[in-house]
Protein backbone atom coordinates (compact mmCIF):
# COMPACT_ATOMS: atom_id res chain seq x y z
CA UNK A 1 0.00 0.00 0.00
CA UNK A 2 1.32 3.58 -1.00
CA UNK A 3 0.48 6.33 1.70
CA UNK A 4 -1.78 8.94 0.26
CA UNK A 5 -0.81 11.48 -2.26
CA UNK A 6 -2.98 14.06 -0.89
CA UNK A 7 -2.45 16.88 1.77
CA UNK A 8 -2.31 15.74 5.40
CA UNK A 9 0.24 13.24 6.98
CA UNK A 10 -0.59 9.53 6.35
CA UNK A 11 0.73 6.43 7.17
CA UNK A 12 0.56 2.86 5.74
CA UNK A 13 1.44 -0.21 7.88
CA UNK A 14 3.82 1.19 10.08
CA UNK A 15 5.21 -1.23 12.33
CA UNK A 16 7.89 -1.44 15.14
CA UNK A 17 9.49 -3.87 17.37
CA UNK A 18 11.12 -3.49 20.19
CA UNK A 19 13.04 -7.13 20.80
CA UNK A 20 10.55 -9.72 21.94
CA UNK A 21 7.67 -6.80 22.11
CA UNK A 22 5.94 -5.81 18.84
CA UNK A 23 5.07 -2.60 19.84
CA UNK A 24 3.42 -1.54 16.87
CA UNK A 25 1.69 -3.77 14.41
CA UNK A 26 1.10 -2.67 10.82
CA UNK A 27 -0.60 0.60 11.97
CA UNK A 28 -2.74 3.55 8.90
CA UNK A 29 -3.38 7.20 10.20
CA UNK A 30 -4.46 9.96 8.18
CA UNK A 31 -4.17 13.24 9.36
CA UNK A 32 -5.40 16.28 7.41
CA UNK A 33 -4.46 19.81 7.92
CA UNK A 34 -6.77 21.96 10.54
CA UNK A 35 -8.12 18.75 11.82
CA UNK A 36 -7.56 17.36 15.39
CA UNK A 37 -7.01 13.10 15.97
CA UNK A 38 -7.03 11.88 18.84
CA UNK A 39 -5.58 8.79 19.77
CA UNK A 40 -6.38 6.69 22.43
CA UNK A 41 -4.96 3.38 24.26
CA UNK A 42 -4.53 1.42 27.25
CA UNK A 43 -0.55 1.78 28.89
CA UNK A 44 1.84 0.13 26.82
CA UNK A 45 -0.66 0.25 23.71
CA UNK A 46 1.65 2.01 21.14
CA UNK A 47 0.72 5.58 21.31
CA UNK A 48 4.03 7.44 22.44
CA UNK A 49 6.00 4.70 20.02
CA UNK A 50 3.68 5.89 16.78
CA UNK A 51 4.25 9.50 18.00
CA UNK A 52 8.18 8.90 18.02
CA UNK A 53 8.07 7.65 14.64
CA UNK A 54 6.30 10.27 13.07
CA UNK A 55 8.43 12.72 14.68
CA UNK A 56 11.22 11.71 13.74
CA UNK A 57 12.44 10.24 17.37
CA UNK A 58 12.34 6.47 16.56
CA UNK A 59 12.66 4.76 12.72
CA UNK A 60 10.40 1.87 12.10
CA UNK A 61 10.56 -1.59 11.28
CA UNK A 62 7.73 -1.26 8.28
CA UNK A 63 6.02 1.04 7.12
CA UNK A 64 5.18 4.37 4.99
CA UNK A 65 4.80 7.89 5.31
CA UNK A 66 3.96 10.87 3.36
CA UNK A 67 3.42 14.28 4.28
CA UNK A 68 1.41 16.29 2.13
CA UNK A 69 2.04 14.50 -0.81
CA UNK A 70 5.41 13.86 -0.63
CA UNK A 71 7.52 10.81 1.31
CA UNK A 72 8.26 11.55 4.54
CA UNK A 73 11.02 9.59 6.26
CA UNK A 74 12.12 11.84 9.33
CA UNK A 75 15.64 10.72 10.46
CA UNK A 76 15.83 12.56 13.71
CA UNK A 77 13.77 15.17 15.46
CA UNK A 78 15.43 18.04 14.18
CA UNK A 79 14.51 16.98 10.57
CA UNK A 80 10.91 16.27 11.20
CA UNK A 81 10.84 19.51 12.71
CA UNK A 82 12.16 21.44 9.41
CA UNK A 83 9.45 19.82 7.87
CA UNK A 84 6.76 21.24 9.87
CA UNK A 85 6.20 17.95 12.59
CA UNK A 86 6.39 19.25 16.13
CA UNK A 87 6.39 16.83 19.12
CA UNK A 88 5.27 17.45 22.42
CA UNK A 89 6.79 14.75 25.22
CA UNK A 90 4.70 13.09 27.36
CA UNK A 91 7.64 13.19 29.63
CA UNK A 92 8.90 16.90 30.66
CA UNK A 93 12.43 17.33 29.58
CA UNK A 94 13.40 21.60 29.74
CA UNK A 95 16.74 21.78 31.16
CA UNK A 96 16.47 23.29 34.43
CA UNK A 97 19.36 25.12 34.49
CA UNK A 98 18.22 27.48 31.58
CA UNK A 99 15.78 30.07 31.61
CA UNK A 100 12.25 29.95 30.28
CA UNK A 101 13.41 31.49 27.40
CA UNK A 102 16.72 29.95 26.36
CA UNK A 103 14.72 26.58 26.75
CA UNK A 104 12.23 27.49 24.56
CA UNK A 105 14.43 28.84 21.89
CA UNK A 106 17.00 25.73 22.36
CA UNK A 107 18.69 25.22 19.11
CA UNK A 108 17.82 28.44 17.35
CA UNK A 109 18.74 31.41 19.92
CA UNK A 110 18.02 34.57 17.91
CA UNK A 111 21.41 36.57 16.68
CA UNK A 112 22.12 40.13 16.48
CA UNK A 113 24.90 41.60 15.94
CA UNK A 114 26.81 38.71 17.16
CA UNK A 115 25.30 38.23 20.78
CA UNK A 116 22.32 36.65 21.54
CA UNK A 117 19.63 39.08 21.74
CA UNK A 118 18.28 38.28 24.75
CA UNK A 119 15.59 41.08 25.17
CA UNK A 120 14.13 39.34 21.93
CA UNK A 121 14.07 36.10 23.56
CA UNK A 122 11.74 37.28 26.29
CA UNK A 123 10.03 39.23 23.97
CA UNK A 124 9.41 36.60 21.96
CA UNK A 125 8.80 33.97 24.85
CA UNK A 126 6.57 36.21 26.81
CA UNK A 127 3.66 36.52 24.21
CA UNK A 128 3.74 32.58 22.84
CA UNK A 129 3.33 32.20 26.98
CA UNK A 130 1.02 34.32 27.39
CA UNK A 131 -1.44 33.50 24.89
CA UNK A 132 -1.17 29.77 26.40
CA UNK A 133 -1.92 31.60 29.58
CA UNK A 134 1.18 30.51 31.56
CA UNK A 135 2.43 33.25 34.14
CA UNK A 136 5.85 32.58 34.42
CA UNK A 137 9.08 34.87 33.91
CA UNK A 138 10.73 33.93 30.46
CA UNK A 139 14.05 35.08 31.91
CA UNK A 140 13.98 32.72 35.70
CA UNK A 141 15.33 29.60 35.69
CA UNK A 142 13.50 26.34 34.77
CA UNK A 143 14.74 25.06 38.07
CA UNK A 144 11.83 24.77 40.86
CA UNK A 145 9.17 25.42 38.39
CA UNK A 146 5.88 23.53 38.44
CA UNK A 147 4.91 20.39 36.60
CA UNK A 148 1.83 22.43 35.01
CA UNK A 149 4.27 25.48 34.08
CA UNK A 150 7.15 23.12 32.76
CA UNK A 151 4.22 21.73 30.80
CA UNK A 152 3.39 25.07 29.48
CA UNK A 153 7.35 25.88 28.40
CA UNK A 154 7.05 22.44 26.70
CA UNK A 155 4.13 23.70 24.37
CA UNK A 156 5.22 26.75 23.86
CA UNK A 157 8.38 25.61 22.74
CA UNK A 158 6.83 23.25 20.44
CA UNK A 159 4.55 25.98 18.73
CA UNK A 160 6.60 29.22 18.35
CA UNK A 161 8.15 27.23 15.33
CA UNK A 162 4.71 27.29 13.47
CA UNK A 163 4.93 23.36 13.04
CA UNK A 164 2.10 22.35 10.34
CA UNK A 165 1.44 19.38 12.75
CA UNK A 166 1.84 18.76 16.58
CA UNK A 167 1.38 15.83 18.22
CA UNK A 168 0.64 16.01 22.23
CA UNK A 169 1.65 13.30 23.89
CA UNK A 170 -0.66 13.52 26.81
CA UNK A 171 -0.24 17.65 27.71
CA UNK A 172 -2.63 17.89 30.17
CA UNK A 173 -1.83 14.58 32.43
CA UNK A 174 -0.17 17.01 35.53
CA UNK A 175 -2.81 20.00 35.05
CA UNK A 176 -5.97 20.91 36.73
CA UNK A 177 -9.31 21.14 35.02
CA UNK A 178 -8.69 25.01 34.51
CA UNK A 179 -5.17 24.47 33.06
CA UNK A 180 -6.80 21.98 31.01
CA UNK A 181 -9.04 23.74 29.42
CA UNK A 182 -6.34 26.39 28.31
CA UNK A 183 -4.23 23.81 26.51
CA UNK A 184 -7.34 22.74 25.13
CA UNK A 185 -8.15 26.28 23.73
CA UNK A 186 -4.80 26.29 22.43
CA UNK A 187 -5.20 23.30 20.45
CA UNK A 188 -8.57 24.65 18.83
CA UNK A 189 -6.86 27.74 18.09
CA UNK A 190 -4.10 25.63 15.87
CA UNK A 191 -6.61 23.83 14.56
CA UNK A 192 -8.58 26.60 12.88
CA UNK A 193 -5.28 28.23 11.62
CA UNK A 194 -4.75 24.98 9.93
CA UNK A 195 -2.84 22.81 11.86
CA UNK A 196 -2.96 19.34 12.13
CA UNK A 197 -2.98 17.54 15.28
CA UNK A 198 -2.42 14.59 16.95
CA UNK A 199 -3.95 14.01 20.77
CA UNK A 200 -3.16 11.69 22.94
CA UNK A 201 -4.99 11.88 26.27
CA UNK A 202 -6.56 9.07 28.89
CA UNK A 203 -8.53 12.29 29.84
CA UNK A 204 -11.62 10.73 27.75
CA UNK A 205 -13.92 13.69 28.24
CA UNK A 206 -11.20 16.05 26.84
CA UNK A 207 -11.29 13.48 23.60
CA UNK A 208 -15.04 14.24 23.69
CA UNK A 209 -14.78 17.53 23.55
CA UNK A 210 -11.85 18.17 20.61
CA UNK A 211 -11.89 15.38 18.99
CA UNK A 212 -12.51 15.47 14.77
CA UNK A 213 -11.51 11.83 14.29
CA UNK A 214 -10.34 9.14 17.15
CA UNK A 215 -8.52 6.10 16.72
CA UNK A 216 -7.68 3.41 18.84
CA UNK A 217 -4.50 1.01 19.83
CA UNK A 218 -4.78 -1.73 21.44
CA UNK A 219 -1.81 -3.70 22.10
CA UNK A 220 -0.22 -1.70 19.35
CA UNK A 221 -2.59 -2.29 16.50
CA UNK A 222 -5.06 -0.13 15.23
CA UNK A 223 -8.52 -1.30 16.53
CA UNK A 224 -11.23 1.10 16.07
CA UNK A 225 -11.70 4.61 15.07
CA UNK A 226 -14.92 7.09 14.77
CA UNK A 227 -15.50 10.35 13.06
CA UNK A 228 -16.87 13.00 15.29
CA UNK A 229 -20.35 13.05 16.58
CA UNK A 230 -20.37 9.17 15.83
CA UNK A 231 -19.50 7.76 19.45
CA UNK A 232 -19.29 7.64 22.90
CA UNK A 233 -17.07 7.86 25.86
CA UNK A 234 -17.85 4.39 26.02
CA UNK A 235 -17.34 3.20 23.40
CA UNK A 236 -13.99 4.42 23.49
CA UNK A 237 -13.63 2.48 26.76
CA UNK A 238 -14.73 -0.71 24.95
CA UNK A 239 -12.21 -0.47 22.27
CA UNK A 240 -9.35 0.45 24.61
CA UNK A 241 -9.83 -2.19 27.45
CA UNK A 242 -11.56 -5.05 24.33
CA UNK A 243 -14.50 -6.11 26.37
CA UNK A 244 -17.20 -4.00 28.51
CA UNK A 245 -15.93 -2.41 31.14
CA UNK A 246 -17.57 0.48 33.09
CA UNK A 247 -15.77 2.73 35.09
CA UNK A 248 -17.40 3.83 38.32
CA UNK A 249 -17.21 5.31 42.00
CA UNK A 250 -17.73 3.41 44.80
CA UNK A 251 -17.81 4.75 48.44
CA UNK A 252 -14.90 4.27 50.36
CA UNK A 253 -14.93 1.98 52.85
CA UNK A 254 -16.04 3.11 56.67
CA UNK A 255 -12.98 4.69 58.31
CA UNK A 256 -11.66 4.35 62.12
CA UNK A 257 -12.11 6.43 64.49
CA UNK A 258 -8.17 6.53 65.95
CA UNK A 259 -6.10 9.51 64.80
CA UNK A 260 -3.10 8.78 63.54
CA UNK A 261 -2.17 12.19 61.88
CA UNK A 262 -2.83 15.33 63.26
CA UNK A 263 -1.23 18.90 62.03
CA UNK A 264 -1.44 22.04 64.53
CA UNK A 265 -0.92 24.89 62.51
CA UNK A 266 1.67 23.36 60.44
CA UNK A 267 3.39 26.61 58.32
CA UNK A 268 6.21 27.33 56.08
CA UNK A 269 6.55 31.20 56.46
CA UNK A 270 5.84 32.25 52.36
CA UNK A 271 4.67 28.83 51.12
CA UNK A 272 1.41 27.90 53.25
CA UNK A 273 0.28 28.75 56.58
CA UNK A 274 -1.25 27.52 59.36
CA UNK A 275 -2.80 23.78 57.77
CA UNK A 276 -4.10 22.21 60.85
CA UNK A 277 -6.47 18.81 60.33
CA UNK A 278 -6.27 15.18 61.87
CA UNK A 279 -6.59 11.77 59.86
CA UNK A 280 -8.15 8.89 61.24
CA UNK A 281 -7.14 4.89 60.53
CA UNK A 282 -8.75 3.98 57.03
CA UNK A 283 -9.57 7.35 55.97
CA UNK A 284 -9.00 8.74 52.90
CA UNK A 285 -8.49 12.66 52.61
CA UNK A 286 -8.16 14.25 49.57
CA UNK A 287 -6.61 17.98 49.01
CA UNK A 288 -8.08 19.85 46.16
CA UNK A 289 -7.00 22.58 44.86
CA UNK A 290 -5.91 24.71 41.74
CA UNK A 291 -1.95 23.92 40.83
CA UNK A 292 0.08 26.13 42.55
CA UNK A 293 -2.37 26.15 45.76
CA UNK A 294 0.48 24.91 48.00
CA UNK A 295 -1.04 21.24 47.94
CA UNK A 296 2.15 19.25 46.97
CA UNK A 297 4.40 22.04 49.32
CA UNK A 298 1.92 20.66 52.46
CA UNK A 299 2.52 17.41 51.37
CA UNK A 300 5.95 17.49 50.98
CA UNK A 301 6.35 18.46 54.41
CA UNK A 302 4.33 15.72 56.08
CA UNK A 303 6.65 13.34 54.44
CA UNK A 304 10.14 14.98 55.93
CA UNK A 305 10.84 16.31 51.89
CA UNK A 306 10.81 19.95 52.94
CA UNK A 307 11.07 21.67 56.08
CA UNK A 308 7.90 24.00 58.24
CA UNK A 309 9.08 26.77 60.62
CA UNK A 310 5.85 26.89 62.60
CA UNK A 311 3.25 24.40 64.15
CA UNK A 312 3.25 20.59 65.03
CA UNK A 313 3.01 17.51 63.25
CA UNK A 314 1.81 14.38 65.75
CA UNK A 315 1.68 10.70 64.60
CA UNK A 316 -0.03 8.56 66.66
CA UNK A 317 -0.57 11.33 69.15
CA UNK A 318 2.75 11.74 70.39
CA UNK A 319 4.70 15.26 68.43
CA UNK A 320 7.23 13.76 65.80
CA UNK A 321 10.41 15.95 64.44
CA UNK A 322 11.90 14.96 61.56
CA UNK A 323 14.32 16.42 58.92
CA UNK A 324 14.37 13.84 55.83
CA UNK A 325 12.18 11.43 54.26
CA UNK A 326 14.29 8.97 56.30
CA UNK A 327 13.39 10.46 59.52
CA UNK A 328 9.20 10.28 57.97
CA UNK A 329 9.07 6.34 57.53
CA UNK A 330 10.43 5.70 60.91
CA UNK A 331 7.07 7.44 62.19
CA UNK A 332 5.68 5.19 59.55
CA UNK A 333 5.20 7.82 56.82
CA UNK A 334 5.61 7.17 53.26
CA UNK A 335 4.71 9.33 49.79
CA UNK A 336 4.97 8.37 46.66
CA UNK A 337 6.15 12.03 44.91
CA UNK A 338 4.16 14.00 41.76
CA UNK A 339 7.46 13.49 39.48
CA UNK A 340 7.94 9.83 38.48
CA UNK A 341 10.96 10.81 36.40
CA UNK A 342 12.42 13.62 38.34
CA UNK A 343 12.39 12.24 42.06
CA UNK A 344 10.08 8.84 41.70
CA UNK A 345 12.05 6.50 39.76
CA UNK A 346 15.50 6.02 38.95
CA UNK A 347 15.08 4.98 34.90
CA UNK A 348 18.22 3.95 34.14
CA UNK A 349 17.80 1.01 36.78
CA UNK A 350 15.51 -2.01 36.14
CA UNK A 351 11.58 -2.05 37.43
CA UNK A 352 12.45 -4.72 39.78
CA UNK A 353 15.49 -2.47 41.42
CA UNK A 354 13.77 0.27 41.87
CA UNK A 355 10.78 -1.13 43.58
CA UNK A 356 13.63 -2.71 46.15
CA UNK A 357 15.79 0.22 46.35
CA UNK A 358 14.10 1.70 49.36
CA UNK A 359 14.17 -1.70 50.95
CA UNK A 360 17.49 -2.80 50.95
CA UNK A 361 18.53 -2.61 54.40
CA UNK A 362 15.25 -4.69 55.18
CA UNK A 363 15.22 -6.86 52.42
CA UNK A 364 18.70 -8.60 53.23
CA UNK A 365 19.64 -11.76 53.99
CA UNK A 366 22.76 -11.80 55.66
CA UNK A 367 23.57 -8.47 55.21
CA UNK A 368 23.76 -8.94 51.19
CA UNK A 369 20.59 -8.20 49.02
CA UNK A 370 20.38 -11.13 46.43
CA UNK A 371 19.43 -10.51 43.30
CA UNK A 372 16.65 -13.26 43.75
CA UNK A 373 15.37 -11.52 46.27
CA UNK A 374 15.02 -8.38 43.98
CA UNK A 375 13.20 -10.76 41.64
CA UNK A 376 10.77 -12.00 44.24
CA UNK A 377 10.32 -8.78 45.66
CA UNK A 378 9.54 -7.30 42.01
CA UNK A 379 7.34 -10.38 41.01
CA UNK A 380 4.59 -10.01 44.06
CA UNK A 381 4.75 -6.04 43.56
CA UNK A 382 3.80 -6.71 39.33
CA UNK A 383 1.31 -9.21 40.11
CA UNK A 384 -0.34 -7.08 42.48
CA UNK A 385 -0.56 -3.69 41.06
CA UNK A 386 -0.76 -5.59 37.73
CA UNK A 387 2.32 -3.87 36.00
CA UNK A 388 2.76 -4.98 32.04
CA UNK A 389 6.23 -4.76 30.92
CA UNK A 390 10.03 -6.69 32.21
CA UNK A 391 10.85 -5.76 35.34
CA UNK A 392 14.13 -6.35 34.23
CA UNK A 393 14.51 -3.60 31.98
CA UNK A 394 15.27 -0.13 32.72
CA UNK A 395 12.24 1.47 33.47
CA UNK A 396 12.82 3.82 30.85
CA UNK A 397 11.06 1.12 28.56
CA UNK A 398 7.97 1.08 30.19
CA UNK A 399 5.07 2.79 29.01
CA UNK A 400 4.13 6.22 31.08
CA UNK A 401 1.05 4.49 33.20
CA UNK A 402 2.76 1.05 33.58
CA UNK A 403 5.79 3.68 35.21
CA UNK A 404 3.69 5.01 37.37
CA UNK A 405 2.23 1.67 39.02
CA UNK A 406 6.24 0.55 39.40
CA UNK A 407 6.75 4.05 41.29
CA UNK A 408 3.21 3.32 43.74
CA UNK A 409 4.50 -0.64 44.00
CA UNK A 410 7.69 0.90 45.48
CA UNK A 411 6.26 2.13 48.26
CA UNK A 412 4.00 -0.53 49.25
CA UNK A 413 6.28 -2.94 49.24
CA UNK A 414 5.82 -2.79 53.66
CA UNK A 415 2.72 -1.22 55.04
CA UNK A 416 2.68 2.59 56.19
CA UNK A 417 0.66 4.36 58.66
CA UNK A 418 0.34 7.11 56.76
CA UNK A 419 0.20 6.75 52.82
CA UNK A 420 0.62 9.87 50.80
CA UNK A 421 0.10 10.08 47.36
CA UNK A 422 0.81 13.05 45.12
CA UNK A 423 -1.19 12.54 41.48
CA UNK A 424 -1.70 9.15 41.73
CA UNK A 425 -3.14 8.71 38.61
CA UNK A 426 -1.49 10.99 36.24
CA UNK A 427 -1.12 9.60 32.86
CA UNK A 428 -2.49 6.43 33.86
CA UNK A 429 -5.17 4.48 31.10
CA UNK A 430 -8.86 3.95 32.48
CA UNK A 431 -8.55 0.19 33.19
CA UNK A 432 -5.22 0.68 35.46
CA UNK A 433 -7.04 4.03 37.37
CA UNK A 434 -9.53 1.40 38.49
CA UNK A 435 -7.09 -0.60 39.88
CA UNK A 436 -5.11 1.90 41.28
CA UNK A 437 -7.96 3.40 43.23
CA UNK A 438 -8.63 -0.01 43.83
CA UNK A 439 -5.48 -0.17 45.46
CA UNK A 440 -6.14 2.46 47.93
CA UNK A 441 -9.11 1.42 49.07
CA UNK A 442 -7.77 -1.87 50.09
CA UNK A 443 -5.27 0.35 51.58
CA UNK A 444 -8.03 2.16 54.28
CA UNK A 445 -9.47 -0.86 54.53
CA UNK A 446 -6.55 -2.54 55.95
CA UNK A 447 -6.44 0.68 58.04
CA UNK A 448 -3.93 2.93 56.50
CA UNK A 449 -4.52 6.64 56.51
CA UNK A 450 -4.21 7.92 53.60
CA UNK A 451 -3.86 11.54 51.93
CA UNK A 452 -4.38 11.82 47.95
CA UNK A 453 -3.46 14.85 46.44
CA UNK A 454 -5.16 15.31 42.86
CA UNK A 455 -5.65 17.75 40.59
CA UNK A 456 -8.64 15.75 38.96
CA UNK A 457 -11.71 16.93 40.52
CA UNK A 458 -13.67 13.76 40.09
CA UNK A 459 -10.97 11.36 41.56
CA UNK A 460 -10.66 13.75 44.89
CA UNK A 461 -14.53 13.21 45.20
CA UNK A 462 -15.05 9.43 44.23
CA UNK A 463 -11.89 8.25 46.18
CA UNK A 464 -12.03 10.29 49.75
CA UNK A 465 -13.59 10.44 52.82
CA UNK A 466 -13.22 14.54 53.74
CA UNK A 467 -11.63 17.27 50.98
CA UNK A 468 -9.32 19.78 52.37
CA UNK A 469 -9.78 22.44 49.82
CA UNK A 470 -6.56 25.06 49.49
CA UNK A 471 -5.75 28.17 47.79
CA UNK A 472 -2.53 30.57 48.06
CA UNK A 473 -0.94 28.77 50.67
CA UNK A 474 -4.46 28.46 52.75
CA UNK A 475 -6.21 26.13 54.15
CA UNK A 476 -10.03 27.34 52.68
CA UNK A 477 -11.89 24.10 54.48
CA UNK A 478 -12.37 20.83 54.63
CA UNK A 479 -15.79 19.56 53.49
CA UNK A 480 -17.04 15.88 53.97
CA UNK A 481 -18.21 13.70 51.21
CA UNK A 482 -21.54 15.16 51.19
CA UNK A 483 -20.84 18.44 51.54
CA UNK A 484 -17.97 18.21 48.64
CA UNK A 485 -19.87 19.27 45.27
CA UNK A 486 -17.59 20.21 42.77
CA UNK A 487 -19.06 23.70 42.89
CA UNK A 488 -18.21 23.84 46.39
CA UNK A 489 -15.10 22.88 46.16
CA UNK A 490 -14.32 25.08 42.68
CA UNK A 491 -15.36 27.76 45.33
CA UNK A 492 -12.97 27.83 47.82
CA UNK A 493 -10.44 26.51 45.36
CA UNK A 494 -10.44 30.26 43.81
CA UNK A 495 -10.39 31.61 47.23
CA UNK A 496 -13.86 32.84 47.16
N1 LIG B 1 12.71 1.93 24.14
C1 LIG B 1 11.95 0.85 24.36
N2 LIG B 1 12.51 -0.36 24.59
C2 LIG B 1 11.75 -1.45 24.81
N3 LIG B 1 10.41 -1.45 24.82
C3 LIG B 1 9.79 -0.28 24.59
C4 LIG B 1 10.52 0.93 24.37
N4 LIG B 1 9.62 1.94 24.18
C5 LIG B 1 8.40 1.38 24.30
N5 LIG B 1 8.49 0.05 24.54
C6 LIG B 1 7.36 -0.89 24.70
O1 LIG B 1 6.48 -0.70 23.62
C7 LIG B 1 5.13 -0.80 24.04
C8 LIG B 1 4.37 0.46 23.68
O2 LIG B 1 4.80 1.53 24.51
P1 LIG B 1 4.30 3.03 24.34
O3 LIG B 1 5.17 3.88 25.20
O4 LIG B 1 4.22 3.36 22.90
O5 LIG B 1 2.83 2.96 24.97
P2 LIG B 1 1.76 4.12 25.19
O6 LIG B 1 0.53 3.73 24.45
O7 LIG B 1 2.34 5.44 24.89
O8 LIG B 1 1.45 3.97 26.76
P3 LIG B 1 1.14 5.11 27.90
O9 LIG B 1 -0.31 5.41 27.84
O10 LIG B 1 1.44 4.37 29.18
O11 LIG B 1 2.02 6.26 27.66
C9 LIG B 1 5.18 -1.09 25.53
O12 LIG B 1 5.08 -2.47 25.71
C10 LIG B 1 6.55 -0.59 25.94
O13 LIG B 1 7.02 -1.28 27.08
MG1 LIG C 1 2.76 7.11 26.02
Redesign the pocket.
Given at each position: MTPSSEAGLHCRGVG?R??G?H??KSVDLDLPPGSVLALV????????????IIAGV?RPDDGEMTLDGVPYHPASPSEALHQGVALIH?EIRLLPELTVAENIFLGRLPVASGRIDRARMAREAGVVLDKLGVAVDPQRKVAGLSMAVQQGIEIAKAIIRRPRYVIF??PTASLGGAEADRILEQVRALRDAGTGIIY?S?RLDEVMKIADRVIC?RD?ALVAGWERGHFTQQDIINAMVGREFTFEHRAPPPRGDRVVLQLDGVTRTGVFRDISFELARGEILGFAGLIGAGRTEVVRAIAGMDRFDQGEIKVDGKPVRYTSPSGAIEAGIFMVPEDRKGQGLNLGRTAAENITLPWEKRLTRNGMITRAVVAETGLRQKQRFDI???LD??V?????????KVLLAKWLVEDPAVFIIDEPTR???VGAKMAIYEIIRTLAANGIAVIVVSSELEEVLGLCHRVLVMSKGNQRGILSREDATPARVMSLAVGA
Open positions: KYGTALGENGAGKSTLNSVQDEVHLGRGRLPSSMSGGNQQGVD
